[in-house]
């Protein structure tokens, strides 16, 4: 119900006089009846009212209209035995109003059949002359029931309505062109040369059976079609929708239906008569049915908050003819707001602009008292233009102001601001409008609320399990996007990673795990933690890649995985691709072609123990970009993954590459979001500066480390070093080659890597243990020392694991002594 705070409930009474006399004076309105019923909703609260009527036979009391929720929620049926017990018939038949609560109803037949149990019902004989007989019936749902002045209310509707006695179905009548009769136990239909046309059918092809036209109109609005077609599901009384009907060129075309079943003589559903228009062209009226028919089928496509918002904006704006819209969301106490309309700040009072654009999310209710009371009050307010109001309401509609309370499950789930600059004249059509409007958005929002809350914990889970960064690259450039389904709320299996190497080597990693699930994202962070580990080791790609699909075996889970893994020689520009049933790298060269890469591909992880994954060399120049994404960006409902990718190779050559970032959310801006989507994009630049390098096989003869020291004054005289940092670095390699000669067996490898004023020395051996650092060396301990010095004279040093053995490292800072 609408309500304009104390002295507008003292008087309701007078206010429903007023717009009874009004509809009053419209006696030849065709919808008459519906408006009256209404007023029961505007003036009492009511969720429901209803007009029953005796019929042709006068032993049963049928219904002819209802106004407001669906009267199957609380039971009511479509007719009443004269002679029965129920409050239909004890009104009539006493021609007192009856008052029941939720005891008394307890006893009725139609409790069994009611979804709540906590409603109050009125039954009114309906006094007027000419419908002497009909019965008035109401349900509302607030606490206590109808008050006195409610009943008051009831009591001036059934003195003021209109109650047509039995209409028998008219049959043979030549029909106007926008007119149709529809039989509702033989399925014929007769219909004007008006809708013909509408549906681009001629007289002569149309056959006179309503499936025909059923079959022209878009498949998505045929049960509410049926629901009209069908005398099982029909209420007798006026009814209204719009619906489409397909078109050989362009869009659907929007129809406007109205209709009225009548009754034959048994009481009972038999022949549906009205009009079709199209609807493109029919005045915009608030009242129509339509409108909250849109509303409620845009809702309940709304999955998140903003989406509502936007929804309940789009309903209310435009047939109230409002300046400004807000929508917020009530969250402990204070209001959150979602949607501004429209949302320019300088659309907004200066109060707004200046601290309620900033503070308003975190405002508390109670800093504005007027608000908080219609909260409290849970009823729509409506204040016109001069009404004495607080700055920060009083701005937002200095011609009208209305706020719109919007309840669920018996909480408030926020509120709905609308204003007007010019003097608006509040009518009964935009109240009722209001009040329908006001329970469909305040279910969405809260709906939707607790849809935004999971899916932001899954996503939080999800980001857990993905890098909180991507690494800086020598001679590269390495952005990632990662978006989850909004078709649920189960945590995805898409991963990215990007995986420095030693020897400016670089691995891109991509890959999805089968389904959504928990089990999906917990297998997703055990495949990206064993490849990155399995990379550190120093294994080739293809090795990589068979050991994790030798781990996945050993899990023994239900699911599969489908990755693609990328080695890139940041030096030398090429690349070694791996396939593990996912797709191929996309590349886009710099004169701005680009290819679908033709990397052989082997079986999905955890498929096979034993199997093979072949190497596919890749070539890439400066300015080449690399692109890995998952199915979730290039597969849809119509479209397959070779389409897709031939888009997603289209849509790279027209990026602009410079900026990489751009460039991946142009690439996800038309994601259709049905799945999980991870796109990794890396541009080779090229290293400015290339490190020089070379590596020298120690023999393990007892001159070895002589060898090997003379072998690194060449290397480092060639390089035209300082004679002090000569010595520093033969000093370390004396001490790292010594110590793989003497702790471990097989080979030993010495290399010597110069780059950026840094030189790195590392000696690799086939012992997987690495070398520990003494805590406590004595005065006569004869070894140890080694290590202590290399940790001296390096600014960093450590050990890494590679294929059989470790890597013993460190890299000293050139152009001065470290001793």
Known sequence: MVSEGAAGRRTRTLRAEVALKTLASDPESPERVRRTLEQVLVFTGATLAALYAPGAEGDLLCLVESVGVPRTLYGLRESYPVAGRSPAADAHRTAEPVWLGPAELAGC?????????????????????????????????????????????????????TCPGPVRPAVGEELTGGAFSLAMDTGRVEVGDDILELFGLTREEFDGKVETLLGLTV?????????????????????????????????????????????????????????????????????????VQRLAAALATAVTVREV???????????????????????????????????????????WRLEWRSEWPDAPVRSMPTLAAALREGRAQIWPAGTALEPALAEVGPGGLAVLPLPAAGRMAGACLIGWDTPHDFGPDERALLTASAGLAGQALMRAHAFDAEHELVGMLQRQLLPRRLPTLPGAVAVARYLPTTAGLEVGGD????????DHHVALVIGDVQGHSAAAATLMGQMRTALRAYAAEGHPPDVVVSHANRLLVELE????????????????????????????????????????????????????????????????????????????LVESPDSDIDTGMERLARELAESDPSHLGLVADALLSDARRADDIALLLMRYDGMAVRPRRETWTVWRVPEAVRHARRYTRRVLRGWSMPDDDIDSALLVVSELVTNALVHTGGPVRLDLILHNHRLRVAVTDSSPRSPVKPSDIGWEATGGRGILLVEAMSDTWGTVPVSGGKQVWCELPLGHSTS
């Open 495 to 502: 991963w990215y990673d990007v995986i420095p190497l030693p």
């Open 557 to 632: 889970t239900d699911l599969f995985v489908t990755c693609c893994y990328v080695d890139v020689d940041m030096e030398e520009g090429t690349a070694w691709c791996v396939r593990a049933g996912h797709l191929p790298p996309v590349l886009r060269h710099p004169d701005g072609t680009t290819e679908i890469a033709e990397a052989d591909g082997g079986p999905p992880l955890g498929v096979l123990a034993q199997a093979d994954f072949p190497l596919s060399p890749l070539s890439l120049r400066p300015g080449t970009v690399v692109a890995l994404t998952t199915d979730g």
């Open 219 to 291: 498949p998505e609005d045929l049960p509410s079609l049926m629901s009209v077609v069908e005398a099982d599901h029909m209420s007798i009384g006026d009814r209204e929708l719009e619906f489409r009907v397909l078109q050989p060129t362009g869009p659907p075309r929007w129809l406007r239906l109205r209709g009225r079943m009548l009754t034959g003589d048994d009481g009972r559903p038999a022949r549906l008569v009205g009009t079709v228009a199209d609807a493109s062209t029919l005045r915009s009226d608030v009242t129509d049915v339509a409108r």
């Open 309 to 351: 918002s936007q929804a309940v904006v789009a309903a209310l704006r435009k047939p109230l003819r409002a300046d400004r819209i807000a929508l917020a969301e009530l969250e402990n106490e204070r209001l959150v707001v979602t949607v501004l309309d429209p949302p320019e700040p300088e659309s907004w009072p200066e109060l």
């Open 109 to 161: 037949a139609e409790s069994r059949r009611m979804a709540s149990q906590d409603v109050f019902l009125a039954a009114l004989p309906v006094r007027e002359s000419e419908a002497d007989g009909c019965c008035l019936l109401a349900v509302t749902e607030s606490p206590g029931g109808f008050d006195p002045e409610d009943r008051a209310c009831l009591a001036l509707v059934a003195e003021a309505v």
